[in-house]
């Protein structure tokens, strides 16, 4: 719906996120070719799932979570 493309796996960092205990993430990868618009609405597309989420029972994800894991894999 949102137009947004994402991969998800270990992209490359198997014993990376083993060592944090982290089975598998979510990456969507930005390049010169993205537009601070495509970028506004992935932020709004992630608040938005981050929101749906925060609703559901012993599953809380935080956006600093999200961030930290897009700095690792970047």
């Known amino acids: 719906k949102q137009g947004i493309a994402i991969r998800t796996g270990h992209h ?3 014993p990376l ?4 205990g982290i089975e ?5 990868s930005f390049s010169v070719y993205n537009t601070k618009e495509e970028v506004d609405v992935f932020i709004k597309a992630l608040n938005r799932a981050l929101t749906f989420w925060d609703k559901v ?3 809380n994800p ?3 979570d ?7 894999l970047v």
Request: hydrophobic residues 45%; glycine residues 4%.
């Open 57 to 59: 029972p012993n599953l």
């Open 12 to 14: 490359c960092c198997q």
């Open 17 to 20: 996120m083993r060592h944090f």
């Open 24 to 28: 598998g993430t979510c990456r969507v």
């Open 66 to 72: 999200c961030v930290l894991m897009i700095a690792v």
């Open 62 to 64: 935080k956006l600093e």
